[in-house]
DNA sequence: TATTTTATTTAGATTAATCTAAAAATATCG
DNA sequence: CGATATTTTTAGATTAATCTAAATAAAATA
């Protein structure tokens, strides 16, 4: 199969790829994986060279569709394992990112499979993040920044978009967890911060940049 | 901390030494670990660097105590994601070992830890082996082979010295799994087989081989 | 468009882990 | 004990992944 290092590029490839259809620089893969530029010219050469990626000399890479496959069933696997550490064994949505990064690489399809199977299949992972099937395939759901928000518009918080434990146990804090319901019940002009209430409870202000980062489904 | 490799040597020292008291030679490990002496004499320069283990060429190793904590830990993780595999996802005892090869490696104190926990605490994995506690400590059982027992003695299977796929599987076959009762009903001279009685039902012949591999708590 | 800046690639080294072949040490046996 | 066989170590290469510094290509800007 791919090796440890090889599986982390094509993983970085595939979520800077994410949204946009553009094709991937060597230093945005760079600042991913943090390596320098050269490392990553020598990377994507045998990448190419193993037909995961197309790359053309100055013209940044994409995936391939046998790279998006690699790269999606490692995303499966992170996503799967994350969901193990904080269903099964206790851990907390801001401590399982590490360890999962580790066994991701795990190589066997049946315990994947298996995993899948003995969590329920679950189709989002701590964060909110869909979690690919065994046959690649992913169910995005339609998320909206609560930045981008009107007033008067409810929701429930349904994903983040970064995942530092800082901001994970901030949104702990505040009562924004997944599942958590909003009103958003005001839009302060002055500096973009925006009044909402949480669980038809509380009323509180967030900063534009915390809800630039929360996810809520309308 | 340690590579994958070393961690890997650590493991094979360890394993070697068990039993006898005598420090390893270059080509049991290079055995164990399928590379050549070559190859081990530069990893053993560099474990004796990180003193990991007593080396003085050309007279073998041991593991000082750092090394075997080391050894044991890895032991330890191996074993609980034997249990985990079974236990909870289903394999059958022949299928975890190379699965558990590559978990073993993951690193972290509170994971592991937190398996444990989940697994309730087992003492022994799927083929028997014990499962040393958080601290290192191993309850060794007084386990004695099926070959060396006498005529009318009794006893409960609960490890075995042969861990290949092959051999777990023929005693699933023979009714021999851990917890079986055994009876000897008759030792036979001319081939060294013998006869058993299997939970108090059964009557079967195995072969002196297979009762070398075989072992009871009497 | 020419010049300057930025991005990317190449050249040449380094480190970890491995190997083969040769040299050196130890063990075995007549 | 000394010759022979075995084991272990050293010497020198190789491969994967990385780096720094220099060269080159592309993009931005004056
Ligand atoms: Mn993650
Ligand atoms: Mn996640
Ligand atoms: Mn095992
Ligand atoms: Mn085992």
């Known amino acids: 199969m791919h090796s440890f290092t090889e599986e982390n590029y094509l993983k970085a490839i595939y979520h800077l790829s994410e949204g946009n259809t553009m094709a991937v620089s060597t230093n945005q893969i760079a600042e991913m994986t943090n390596t320098k530029a050269a490392s990553v010219t020598d990377m ?24 998006v496959n690699a790269a999606v069933n490692i995303i499966r696997k992170h996503r799967l394992w994350e969901v193990f550490l904080v269903e099964k064994l206790g851990f907390k949505w801001d401590e399982v990112h590490d360890i999962a990064e580790e066994l991701e690489h795990i190589n066997s399809e049946t315990l994947i499979n298996r995993l899948d199977d ?46 530092s434990s800082v901001f994970l146990k901030l949104l702990e804090k505040l009562g924004l967890t997944l599942g958590t319901k909003i009103i958003i019940s005001e839009l302060i002009e002055f500096d973009g911060s925006i009044m909402l209430t949480i669980d038809q409870k509380t009323e509180r202000t967030i900063s534009r940049e915390v809800a630039k980062n929360i996810l809520v489904i309308l």
């Open 44 to 67: 994507l050469k045998k990448l190419a060279e193993k037909k995961l990626i197309n790359y053309i000399k100055y013209q940044g890479v994409t995936l391939t569709s046998t790279g």
């Open 118 to 163: 003995f969590l329920g299949n679950p189709v989002a992972d701590p964060h909110g993040d869909p979690i690919p099937d065994r046959s690649g395939l992913i169910k995005h759901k339609k998320l909206v920044k609560i930045s981008e928000m009107q007033t008067g518009e409810s929701g429930t918080v349904s994903g983040v978009n970064e995942h």
